[in-house]
């Protein structure tokens, strides 16, 4: 039988050694989740490893959540859903773990100043520092702001691009979009975009915008406004 990802070693050993047992269980939960869609599902999961204290099942029910669309705020309040039960420490406990996971939207204010480029107001056809190649981390992508504009920046087919961060559908956080090739899905309705041109391959009506792209001997990315 083989091992799903992010599922644990006991589990896979209780499949091995009582078969029936266990898979009466995970039929269980399969249909006692069926009628809600999958982002719903993931929530709840979120709210009961709050309540078993569980860091890696929390990681996990996070990602999947995130995956399907679901938002920073959302997750916050699926974690202090599970107060009534889980009491403060646990909240507070599990909110630790998903600050760890330094994930992009989860920062608390005054902190992410690091992905603030600049500031103030930027004139057009200025060229400003975004970050730097080392900064796109395995991800191979990096969220800035510069002067309130959101920008995801993305490393593609080794290329360096640079585009609106918010989709124009309904502001989906782009930087968290799944990449292949020059193509990004936003993770809320899986509108596509291309990187190089910014088109909706879902709605011509639509496009995100992109930008110039200079990238210094030293790996600093800059962009140009
Ligand atoms: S927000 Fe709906 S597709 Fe991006």
Redesign the pocket.
Known sequence: MGKAKGESRGLAYLQQVRPQAVSHLLRFFRESGQHLEPRTRFLISIVTKVINLSPRGLQQYVRRALDEGASPDEIIDAVLCAYPCAGLTKVVDALDVILDMKLPGFEAPGEGDDSTAAEGPVAKGEWVEVGTREELGEDERLEVNVADRSLAVFEADGEIFVIDGL?P????PLVRGQLQGKTVT?P????QFDLESGACQDNPGARVGTYEVRVEDDGRILVKF
């Open positions: 989709c559908h309904r502001s989906g936003c809320l309705h899986q509108w």
